[in-house]
């Protein structure tokens, strides 16, 4: 079973940045896909990043050019940088690990809170 651990949350205010990271007990290198979903309160959960096995991209329009999503395979570890942020921002994270188009796996999630 593999399990992700996401930290790096935390309360911040208007225009500043927090990185997250999402441990992996597996090989993230194997993974088809690792991106990092959100979820407000009272609103769908929903992509904000992802970055497939080949390097490939995507972003949520809301968050181009201020996050970024990357990965060390060696640590087994996926980051997302996160700045200029904005009360709009305000969520719980989770991190997701998508093995096959099927099977995928989350963390338990980590709270972003941006004041304003």
């Known amino acids: 079973q593999v399990q992700l651990v996401e930290s790096g949350g935390g309360l911040v205010q208007s225009g500043g940045s927090l990185r997250l990271s999402c441990a992996v007990s597996?090989?993230?290198?194997?993974?088809?896909?690792m991106g990092w979903y959100r979820q407000a309160p009272g609103k769908q959960r929903e992509l904000v990043a992802a970055?497939?096995?080949?390097?490939?991209?995507n972003y949520v329009d809301s968050v181009k050019g201020r996050f970024t999503i990357s990965r060390d395979n060696a640590k087994n570890t996926v980051y997302l940088q996160m700045n200029s942020l904005k009360p709009d921002d305000t969520a719980v994270y989770y991190c997701?690990?998508?093995?096959?188009?099927?099977?995928?796996?989350w963390g338990q999630g980590t709270q972003v809170t941006v004041s304003s």
């Open positions: 970055i497939t096995r080949d390097g490939t991209l």
């Open positions: 997701n690990a998508r093995a096959t188009i099927l099977k995928h796996y």
């Open positions: 597996g090989s993230i290198s194997s993974m088809y896909a």
